[in-house]
């Protein structure tokens, strides 16, 4: 089975650029067809309001039931102490297997890890070049299952993806996708020194094209077995020990409640600042 594990789906609201404005799914669907992709997980844009996103995802996915999962997207530092309800509703109602977080907006807090430890949950968090994010995340929570997209950078920093390279090798809770990955004797190194099983295709459809993406993973080279794993078994065994619907239903919410600056591990005056680069590619 082949599992894309990044594409957006839905509109956003701010229309200053493609991924707040609109990442239609038709088109994505059609092309994954073609390429030979089973099922991708899906969040929205960026939005003023994930609560609307992610309904929004909701009704693209009860659309298209045998194609998509849907993830959660969370703010977090907006959307701070409602987190647990935003991801309760999305996992008990649409049956959603995971939560997005965008470090251009807001670095992962211990809310939404607790948040992810509590309901089983893959973490797929863009740390927008900040691999060092990652060595304070992975260790405070090693039963979260951290996804670092773009193997940690977008903008091709070579120094956040040897850096999540190491972190993958060191961390049995970090994995990484491959989406937009250009450089790609990074996709190779990271093979090489983490193995196949902690690597996952991602497409960053509906703006990238997943049979590109996905044929990074066929010029690899790799033995079938560990192909298909990074073609979609990890993806579909990390997603199959998440709890949804009725088995969701007797989480308990973490207790605690933090203030914002305890939740934020980078700290709260610095976690959406970026390089002038990585500023330009998410300016909003």
Partial sequence: MVIDCHCHAGKGDYMTAP??????????????RAAGIDKTVVFGPFHSDYTKANAQVARIVAKYPRRLIGFAFVHAARDAGRIFAMVERAVKEWHFR????????????????????????????????????????????????????????????????????????????????????????????AVKRAGARKILYGSDGPWLH???????????????????????????????????????ADVPRPARRYSYEERCPVGSAIETRLPPAAEAEYEL
């Fill in 98 to 189: 995971g939560i997005k977080l965008h470090g251009y907006q807001a670095m992962p807090t211990r809310e939404v890890c607790e948040v992810a430890r509590a309901f089983s949950l893959p973490l797929l968090a863009d740390v927008v070049g900040r691999a060092e994010v990652v060595d304070m995340l992975a260790p405070q929570y090693p039963d979260v299952t951290f996804i670092i997209p773009h193997l940690g950078s977008f903008a091709d920093d070579w120094r956040a993806h040897q850096r999540v390279i190491d972190q993958l090798v060191r961390y049995p809770n970090v994995y990484a996708d491959t989406s937009a990955v250009r450089r790609f004797d990074y996709l190779v190194e």
């Fill in 19 to 32: 991924w707040n404005t609109d990442a239609p799914i038709e088109p994505y669907l059609r092309r994954a």
């Fill in 210 to 248: 997943p049979g590109l993406e996905l044929h990074k993973i066929r010029l690899l080279g790799l033995p079938p077995a560990e192909e298909a794993l990074i073609a979609g078994g990890n993806a579909l065994r990390l997603l199959r020990e998440v709890k949804v619907g009725e088995a969701a």
